[in-house]
T-cell receptor, first 114, second 114 residues
Framework: GDSVTQMEGPVTLSEEAFLTINCTYT??????LFWYVQYPGEGLQLLLK?????DKGSNKGFEATYRKETTSFHLEKGSVQVSDSAVYFC?????????????FGQGTELSVKP | GAVVSQHPSWVICKSGTSVKIECRSL??????MFWYRQFPKQSLMLMAT?????????EQGVEKDKFLINHASLTLSTLTVTSAHPEDSSFYIC??????????FGSGTRLTVV
C-alpha cells in the first residue's frame, strides 16, 4: 500500500545551520505531497505542498520539490532559527485528491539550539 | 484559508465517564472530516472518517462503540469517547478541508482519564 518514510529524528542543529529532512514515498498514481509542522501541544499546520511532479512548494524559507523519479519530497531550509524547533511530518493524500485520506510519515523532531 | 476549531483543548475525566470533543469548520462546509489519535512522540493515527449525514467510516482496529462520531451538519463533527479508561488518554485531532490543497487541522484535544 501507499506509505511515507521520513528520516529519523531527533535532528539537532545550531541556529543558522542548513536543514534537510528526507522524505520518500510509495504510491500508485500521482499523489499530492505535503509537509506539516507541529509545535508542542498543538495541532498540525500545513507548511507547504506540491500537487504534481517537479512542483516546488515553499513557505517561511522552507522548500520541497516533488521528485517523481526518486519518489522524494525532501524538506530544506537554508538557515534555521530556534523558532523552527518542532516536529515535521511528510504526508501524501491517498485516493481521491478531493476527499482522500492523508498518509503520514512518522515525523521528525527538529531541535535548533541558539 | 480553511479554519477548523476544536474544543476543548484539554479535558480531564474520571474513568467510566464519557467525553465529547467538537470540531467545527468556521469558513467552509465540511462534508468530510477526519479524526486522529496521537500518542507521545508518535505520528498521527487515523481513527475514522466522518461523513456529513451518514455513518462514519472507522479504520481497522478502532472500536466503533467506544469512539462515537456524529456529523450532523456541514460545520460540526463530534467525537465522543464513551466509558473512558486511562488507556484512552491521548491527544485527539480533527481535520477537514480539501485534500488537493491541504487539509486543515484543529488545535487538538488532550484527554486525560483518571
Amino acid at each position: 500500500g501507499d506509505s511515507v518514510t521520513q528520516m529519523e529524528g531527533p535532528v539537532t542543529l545550531s541556529e543558522e545551520a542548513f536543514l534537510t529532512i528526507n522524505c520518500t514515498y510509495t504510491a500508485t498514481g500521482y499523489p499530492s505531497l505535503f509537509w506539516y509542522v507541529q509545535y508542542p501541544g498543538e495541532g498540525l499546520q500545513l507548511l507547504l505542498k506540491a500537487t504534481k511532479a517537479d512542483d516546488k512548494g515553499s513557505n517561511k524559507g522552507f522548500e520541497a520539490t516533488y521528485r517523481k523519479e526518486t519518489t522524494s519530497f525532501h524538506l530544506e531550509k537554508g538557515s534555521v532559527q530556534v523558532s523552527d524547533s518542532a516536529v515535521y511530518f511528510c504526508a501524501l493524500v491517498w485516493g481521491s485528491n478531493q476527499g482522500g485520506k492523508l498518509i503520514f510519515g512518522q515525523g521528525t523532531e527538529l531541535s535548533v539550539k541558539p | 484559508g480553511a479554519v477548523v476549531s476544536q474544543h476543548p483543548s484539554w479535558v480531564i475525566c474520571k474513568s467510566g465517564t464519557s467525553v465529547k470533543i467538537e470540531c467545527r469548520s468556521l469558513d467552509f462546509q465540511a462534508t468530510t472530516m477526519f479524526w486522529y489519535r496521537q500518542f507521545p512522540k508518535q505520528s498521527l493515527m487515523l481513527m475514522a472518517t466522518s461523513n456529513e449525514g451518514s455513518k462514519a467510516t472507522y479504520e481497522q482496529g478502532v472500536e466503533k462503540d467506544k469512539f462515537l462520531i456524529n456529523h450532523a451538519s456541514l460545520t460540526l463533527s463530534t467525537l465522543t469517547v464513551t466509558s473512558a479508561h486511562p488507556e484512552d488518554s491521548s491527544f485527539y485531532i480533527c481535520s477537514g478541508g480539501s485534500g488537493l490543497y491541504g487539509y486543515t487541522f484543529g488545535s487538538g484535544t488532550r484527554l486525560t482519564v483518571v
